[in-house]
């Protein structure tokens, strides 16, 4: 009976002390603080998400005022011909140009004559079907021709961009990923100040 009367007060004197202080928040509140927090959180990875892209999906549009306030010589003059780059002449350096479509891209480095040396498109990478037309693909043959290009011998180009679709600015990021330096970059697209007739409105 006595080890029995001990053992109880022992245990009683042990739950005092195991016993939390009543300070302590309430199970609500913990709730309710750990939710705004996975709000917070989401805010803060909506806030640090890339803006959509505007325009052609895989492109994104540039300002460019801030780019001529930036860099004082941005067009090409009367000078530009004869200006060296890597000790060539402007007019003798490689061109690289760009063919894009919405289903393919096709990148062809030539002499400065306009012969072509090199030719890949995303077809030839291994891109099927779909694929073929995305910025990745696009990207990828670029940084396959620039690689072929610098073993000639190039290590400045200049590149003309033909066309609509998503390996615009794709190619053109895989060429310098590559190791090729852009000296200027040129817009061929062709455009149509009398474009053909449209289809007649659908009666429904």
């Known amino acids: 009976m006595l080890i029995k009367t001990t053992l109880l007060t022992v245990l009683q004197h042990a739950k005092s002390l195991v016993r939390p202080p009543i300070a302590l928040a309430l ?3 913990i709730h309710t603080s750990a939710s705004l927090k996975k709000a917070e959180d989401r805010k803060e990875m909506l806030a640090s998400l890339p803006a959509k892209d505007e325009g052609t999906t895989g492109e ?26 890597n000790g060539i002449p402007f007019n003798e350096l ?29 077809g030839i990478e291994g891109f099927k079907n ?38 615009r600015m794709s190619a053109i990021k895989g060429l310098q990923m590559g190791g090729l330096n852009i000296v200027s970059i040129t817009d061929n697209t062709p455009v149509s100040w009398n474009p053909p007739r ?3 409105q659908r009666s429904l």
Do not use: H, M
């Open 130 to 167: 779909t694929r073929k037309g995305t910025n990745i693909a696009a990207q990828a043959t670029a940084v396959t021709i620039s690689a072929k290009a610098v073993e000639l011998g190039w290590k400045t180009v200049r590149v003309k961009v033909q066309g609509l679709g998503p390996g």
């Open 27 to 29: 199970p609500s509140k």
């Open 60 to 85: 994104k549009s540039v300002d460019i005022d801030t780019l001529i306030n930036r860099k004082a010589k941005f067009f090409p003059d009367a000078d530009t011909a004869s200006q060296l780059f």
């Open 198 to 200: 449209p289809r007649k």
């Open 94 to 122: 490689p061109i690289c140009n760009i063919r894009v479509s919405p289903n393919n891209t096709i990148i062809s480095v030539s002499d400065y004559k306009g012969v072509p040396r090199l030719i890949r498109s995303c």
